[in-house]
């Protein structure tokens, strides 16, 4: 289909929803769009790009439906370059859940930590949820349900949070991990 870059929800360059020390529930949800390469659910990036509160932030992803032989990374959640969901001292319950979509290879349920400076902060609880997508092809590859890179920051030193990940890999062809850390 030639289209790439189709988010269904895009939080960019410094925005921010919520406050420190608010009590608003947040829930974010997308679905990338129909597309070649990278059509991810939802999409943070940037450093001071923040999602804050002290009650729940919820924020569900699901990867565009392409499912050709070229279709790659189309991602349910893709957290990177400093971008930052809750907050030290947060008493959040904190919920990413995050479902690949129909692509070749590269299709996480969700990637934290993509660039320096990610982090998601909480003294309550931290629940990440990630599927790999595939569209079941025999070559299709590297469809991890969570994917975190190194120095990403899921919880924090002292922290009384529970962190509870749970990742399943695509049924296809090789690498398709359910949790991998990079």
Do not use: C, H, P, W
């Amino acid at each position: 289909s030639n289209s790439d870059y189709n988010y269904g929800v895009a939080i960019f360059t410094g925005s921010q929803i919520g406050e420190s020390g608010s009590n608003a529930a947040i829930n974010i949800t997308g679905t990338g769009g129909n597309g070649d390469d990278l059509n991810v659910g939802v999409y943070l990036i940037s450093t001071n790009t923040k999602i804050l509160s002290n009650n729940t932030i919820n924020i569900t992803g699901t990867g565009g439906l392409d499912g050709t032989d070229a279709s790659d990374s189309n991602l349910g959640i893709y957290v990177r370059d400093g971008a930052q969901v809750g907050e030290s001292g947060s008493t959040a319950a904190i919920t990413l859940t995050g479902t690949g979509g129909q692509g070749e290879d590269y299709n996480f349920g969700m990637r934290i930590g993509e660039g320096a400076g990610v982090k998601i902060l909480s003294e309550n609880s931290i629940t990440l949820t990630g599927t790999g997508g595939t569209n079941g092809d025999s070559d299709s590859d590297y469809n991890y349900g969570v994917y975190t890179d190194s120095g990403a920051e899921i919880g924090e030193t002292g922290s009384n949070a529970v962190i509870t990940l749970t990742g399943t890999g695509a049924a296809a062809d090789d690498n398709n991990r359910g949790i991998y850390f990079d």
